[in-house]
T-cell receptor, first 113, second 113 residues
Framework: DGGITQSPKYLFRKEGQNVTLSCEQN?????MYWYRQDPGQGLRLIYY???????QKGDIAEGYSVSREKKESFPLTVTSAQKNPTAFYLC????????????FGNGTRLTVT | GQQLNQSPQSMFIQEGEDVSMNCTSS?????WLWYKQDPGEGPVLLIA?????ELTSNGRLTAQFGITRKDSFLNISASIPSDVGIYFC?????????????FGTGTRLQVTL
């Protein structure tokens, strides 16, 4: 079955450490996205990539970095510069045409103490 | 980034009741999407709407693209316990990637037996 795999499901880190969240898709989608979800808020876009080796900042990119070396993979690094990193992170993918809806992974819950 | 006004924020209903929720925006959209998110999981697409006035059903779910293009509605008929979760609307204006998606803050649905 095609889908988006995020790993790990739960991640714990000490403050000051960088951490990388994995996202892999086998849907053959060109575009991939990272969202952050906090309680009581809608999803906020961190970074997105429309094609391999290219990516763009979303609404809340500060303190995060990404890479897109392969079509299937779009890892997100939460750096020590992110002031409030504890959150639920969602990866998504889509075909880059109008109305192509997002398909989401099952998320990674990051807790930084 | 802009967020949509989604209401109600939460609701408790009896099993078997019908449910209505809506999203409103100060801006017009060309696409409306409705997602459901179960606890600890990623959102799953329920219904996609691409034309003003469009009414689309998916089983017990019916969604409408408002004629003004600034709102959308989701109805669930004869609710059952597995309807519990958070429902998100999302609007998109232009063509291209889903980077232009704006998400609502969600409606939390809880069903009492």
């Amino acid at each position: 079955d095609g889908g988006i795999t995020q790993s790990p499901k739960y991640l714990f880190r000490k403050e000051g450490q960088n951490v990388t969240l994995s996202c892999e898709q086998n849907l053959n989608h060109d575009a991939m996205y990272w969202y952050r979800q906090d309680p009581g808020q809608g999803l906020r876009l961190i970074y997105y990539s429309q094609i391999v080796n290219d990516f763009q900042k979303g609404d809340i990119a500060e303190g995060y970095s990404v890479s897109r070396e392969k079509k299937e993979s779009f890892p997100l690094t939460v750096t020590s510069a992110q002031k409030n990193p504890t959150a639920f992170y969602l990866c998504a993918s889509s075909m880059p045409d109008r109305g192509s809806p997002l398909h989401f992974g099952n998320g990674t819950r990051l807790t930084v103490t | 980034g802009q967020q949509l006004n989604q209401s109600p924020q939460s609701m408790f209903i009896q099993e078997g009741e019908d449910v209505s929720m809506n999203c409103t925006s100060s801006s017009i959209f060309n696409t409306w999407l409705w997602y459901k998110q179960d606890p600890g999981e990623g959102p799953v697409l329920l219904i996609a709407l691409y034309k003003a006035g469009e009414l689309t059903s998916n089983g017990r779910l019916t969604a409408q693209f408002g004629i003004t293009r600034k709102d959308s509605f989701l109805n669930i008929s004869a609710s059952i316990p597995s309807d519990v979760g958070i429902y998100f609307c999302a609007g998109q204006l232009g063509a291209g990637t889903a980077s232009k998606l704006t998400f609502g803050t969600g409606t939390r649905l809880q069903v009492t037996l």
